[in-house]
């Protein structure tokens, strides 16, 4: 089963009475991420808990977002193992990542233990020093007019298709500094989405994305701000709020970081010299 929504029966509880039902909830499922390497043992990242659907991507993204590779041709091949076409929590799902030579597989060498689907594999590691990740950011020169700004958390909303279906999913979505939607992936976990879309853009060697939007349909934390500085994408746009960090990692990355974009407003916390309005021509 690799859909990302099932159904299951319910009992609906109302002013006139209850009734029994059913349902399309979002799909929780875990499965092992395993890096091997050209030459030496294979690396076990541990249990991914995600909901099943772009898995390649998912692989692909979590090894760019942590810098361990860098380009599609550090990619040997992905294969990915649902047994008997099932992915349940009983199964033993696996994806397995062969890196060519140049990937740096000794940035999973500390990785232990499950993430949860709230987080993807951030909080595994100690925090990085922002600085090493976020030079490549800096330099981009992109500039979005904010009525495009306005019109991104719209487009998002009507491309979850997934979410429109159960309530329960993320998204994270790219968009060109015009306002064209180019890549979406929905998933339970947040980090996770963006994940994705870091693997759809690093598979067709998209990055660093120095002149793409990243949209994400919930808040901002750190992590989220870190994946997006290492794929380059130089501005966020979210439906939610930010955390401190995530603004103090924005400014310090030279990302521009937009929040509460919904209903025709948003706010700037970081290099809002990205953004303007037709009146500034």
């Given amino acids: 089963m690799t859909r990302p929504v099932v159904i299951r029966a319910l009992t609906r509880h109302t002013a006139d009475g209850c009734a029994h039902d059913q349902d399309l909830v979002a799909v929780e499922a875990p499965v ?14 541990g249990l991914l808990m995600r ?26 091949a992905i294969d990915i193992d649902i047994p008997a076409g099932e992915d349940t929590p009983d199964s033993e799902s696996l994806i397995r990542v062969r890196v060519g030579p140049e990937a740096d597989v000794e940035a999973v ?6 993430a949860t689907s709230a987080c993807g594999l951030c909080g595994r590691l100690s925090m990085r020093r922002i600085d090493r990740f976020c030079a490549a950011v800096t330099s981009a020169a992109v500039r979005v007019e904010a009525d495009v700004i306005r019109s991104i958390p719209v487009r998002l909303r009507d491309n ?9 999913l993320h998204a994270a ?12 992936r929905e998933d339970v976990g947040r980090h996770n ?8 853009l690093l598979r067709r060697d998209a990055l ?4 793409l939007v990243l949209a994400v349909s919930g808040r901002i934390a750190y992590e989220i701000v870190q994946k997006a500085a290492m ?3 130089p501005m966020i746009v979210a439906v939610g709020a930010p955390t401190d960090l995530a603004v103090d990692a924005a400014r310090t990355c030279g990302i521009t970081l937009v929040g509460f974009a919904r209903d025709g407003r948003f706010n700037v916390y970081t290099h809002g010299n990205r953004i303007f309005s037709q009146q500034d021509r």
Wanted: with cysteine; glycine share 12%.
């Fill in 109 to 114: 060498s500390d990785r232990v233990g499950t």
């Fill in 208 to 211: 660093p994305a120095h002149d």
């Fill in 32 to 45: 092992s991420l395993i890096v091997q390497p050209a030459s030496g043992p294979a690396r076990d990242l």
């Fill in 51 to 76: 909901t099943p659907g772009d898995d390649a991507d998912l692989a692909a993204g979590v090894l760019a977002t942590e810098g361990v590779i860098q380009r599609a041709a550090d990619i040997l």
């Fill in 193 to 200: 989405a963006v994940d994705k879309i870091a693997g759809a």
């Fill in 160 to 168: 979850q298709h997934a979410f429109a279906q159960t309530g329960g």
């Fill in 231 to 233: 794929c380059g994408l």
């Fill in 173 to 184: 979505a790219t968009f060109t500094p015009t306002g064209t939607l180019l890549d979406l």
